[in-house]
């Protein structure tokens, strides 16, 4: 398989069928940083393919994913990971996560397989892919990035997804060029509230790019220079996932794009995405029209 096509961007991670609660009202939404991610670098014209881990019942979600264009890489696990997402209160950004099954760990031979531009580590927890699927990819000699939940999130004995001490963080961190993080798991990281500083941190522990969400917006460090950009959803509906999007926004624009521009074009496809619940259904041209009227 490696004489075969070469890929824009190619996702690792789990597809997760999604339980989110919140208002009161309670419902399944197909998640997985991976299909959220697809769904974005495909919007932007990116030849895609994904590897991932699922229950042979949940194959729509391949099957969605081959009908945009995608080629995935498919093992098929006794269970789907099933995650539900609690948010107790308005603010979107407090959740509380539990692991209900999972669709168990990837392997480096899972990944040997397809050549690509870029490689997106999107898994949702730790143990899901190791230091030895990181360094199978960083063999290929891509562009390889990752966000840090999948590595920062272990499951406690409650189920519960949780920040959980890393001993090998700048180790297994300095092998990417692009990180990814939210607010909240660059202070856990790190121990630095201020999120510039805690940016200038991470990134001298080896990736060349730090690209960190938060409540606002966007914050990227890339060449010793800091990018922002506001989200602009007309109403936000779908915050699972926005993370995901993101991160696959600013890689798939990054390919051939300045960091300033990818920060741009990934808090206006992200903000479109959180206007409602699962991957991004809009077109480039929706993207671009919201670019030129809220972040010209």
Same mark, same amino acid.
């Given at each position: 398989?490696?004489?075969?096509?070469?890929?824009?961007?190619?996702? %690792? @991670?789990?597809?997760?069928?999604?339980?989110?609660?919140?208002?009161?009202? &309670?419902?399944?939404?197909? @998640?997985?940083?991976?299909?959220?991610?697809?769904?974005?670098?495909?919007?932007?014209?990116?030849?895609?393919?994904?590897?991932?881990?699922?229950?042979?019942?949940?194959?729509?979600?391949?099957?969605?994913?081959?009908? !945009?264009?995608?080629?995935?890489?498919?093992?098929?696990?006794?269970?789907?990971?099933?995650?539900?997402?609690?948010?107790?209160?308005?603010?979107?950004?407090?959740?509380?996560?539990?692991?209900? $099954? &999972?669709?168990?760990?990837?392997?480096?031979? $899972?990944?040997?397989?397809?050549? #690509?531009?870029?490689?997106?580590?999107?898994? &949702?927890?730790?143990?899901?892919?190791?230091?030895?699927? +990181?360094?199978?990819?960083?063999?290929?000699? *891509?562009?390889?990035?990752?966000?840090? $939940?999948?590595?920062?999130? #272990?499951?406690?004995?409650?189920?519960? /997804?949780?920040?959980?001490?890393?001993?090998?963080?700048? =180790?297994?961190? *300095?092998?990417?060029?692009? !990180?990814?993080?939210? *607010?909240?798991?660059?202070?856990?990281?790190?121990? %630095?509230?201020?999120?510039?500083?805690?940016?200038?941190? !991470?990134?001298?522990?080896?990736?060349?790019?730090?690209?960190?969400?938060?409540?606002?917006?966007? /914050?990227?460090?890339?060449?010793? $220079?800091?990018?922002?950009?506001p989200w602009c959803p007309r109403e936000l509906v779908g915050r699972s996932g926005r993370g995901d999007t993101c991160l696959a926004s600013? +890689?798939?624009?990054?390919?051939?794009?300045?960091? =300033?521009?990818?920060?741009?074009? #990934?808090? *206006?496809?992200?903000?479109?995405?959180?206007?409602?619940?699962?991957?991004?259904?809009?077109?480039?041209d929706d993207v671009r029209e919201l670019i030129s009227r809220a972040y010209a």
């Amino acid at each position: 398989m490696n004489n075969g096509p070469t890929y824009d961007v190619v996702f %690792i @991670g789990s597809y997760t069928k999604d339980k989110v609660v919140s208002s009161g009202r &309670s419902r399944i939404v197909d @998640g997985g940083g991976f299909n959220y991610g697809a769904h974005a670098t495909v919007l932007l014209g990116r030849k895609t393919a994904a590897v991932t881990r699922l229950s042979a019942e949940d194959i729509h979600v391949v099957n969605t994913l081959v009908s !945009l264009g995608v080629d995935v890489f498919p093992t098929y696990s006794t269970h789907s990971t099933h995650l539900e997402l609690y948010y107790p209160t308005s603010n979107v950004d407090e959740r509380t996560i539990t692991v209900m $099954q &999972s669709a168990g760990s990837f392997t480096p031979e $899972q990944v040997t397989g397809p050549n #690509a531009r870029a490689f997106i580590i999107n898994t &949702s927890f730790r143990g899901e892919a190791g230091e030895d699927v +990181v360094l199978e990819l960083k063999r290929k000699k *891509a562009l390889l990035a990752a966000d840090a $939940q999948g590595f920062i999130r #272990a499951i406690a004995p409650d189920g519960k /997804l949780a920040y959980a001490p890393w001993p090998e963080k700048k =180790q297994v961190l *300095a092998h990417f060029d692009i !990180l990814k993080t939210d *607010a909240v798991e660059a202070e856990a990281l790190t121990g %630095i509230g201020d999120m510039r500083k805690a940016a200038l941190e !991470l990134a001298s522990w080896g990736p060349k790019e730090i690209v960190l969400t938060h409540r606002e917006g966007l /914050l990227v460090l890339a060449d010793g $220079q800091f990018e922002e950009a506001p989200w602009c959803p007309r109403e936000l509906v779908g915050r699972s996932g926005r993370g995901d999007t993101c991160l696959a926004s600013y +890689v798939g624009k990054r390919l051939d794009a300045t960091p =300033q521009t990818a920060t741009v074009w #990934a808090a *206006a496809l992200t903000s479109l995405k959180m206007e409602a619940e699962g991957p991004i259904k809009r077109s480039i041209d929706d993207v671009r029209e919201l670019i030129s009227r809220a972040y010209a």
